[in-house]
Nanobody
């Protein structure tokens, strides 16, 4: 129903500030809460950021709070992740995801990983 394609990954240096994008198609974009997740080599997938439908309320993992900013453009059916001051430990495959549901369900930490659709990911490698 919904297809998600990430872009913007690549090899960067520590301290760089690239922007990731996610293009959505196949559904009504404004109906979905959106999220970014990442998976580092040898580690479990972890939550990075999310933005709600409607009022575009955001939330962030403690590890990226103050450095990363998530936004959405319902007119372009895209979400972005501005990543500032990257560190080597930010190296990971970054995944875009989407889900339906109420705002309470979006805000619940228990439902943090309960996304309905996932992109294939884009690799960000941060060199020190």
């Amino acid at each position: 129903q919904v297809q998600l394609v990430e872009s913007g990954g690549g090899l960067v240096q520590a301290g760089d500030s690239p922007r990731l994008s996610c293009a959505a198609s196949g559904g009504t974009f404004s109906n979905y809460h959106m999220g970014w997740f990442r998976q580092a080599p040898g580690k479990e997938r972890e939550f990075v950021a999310a933005i709600s439908r409607g009022l575009s309320i955001t939330k962030y993992a403690d590890s990226v709070k103050g450095r990363f900013t998530m936004s959405r453009d319902n007119g372009k059916n895209t979400v972005n992740l501005q990543m500032n001051s990257l560190k080597p430990e930010d190296t990971a495959v970054y995944y875009c995801a989407a889900r339906s549901g109420t705002f309470r369900e979006f805000a619940s930490d228990a439902r943090l990983y309960d996304m309905d659709y996932w992109g294939k990911g884009t690799l960000v490698t941060v060199s020190s």
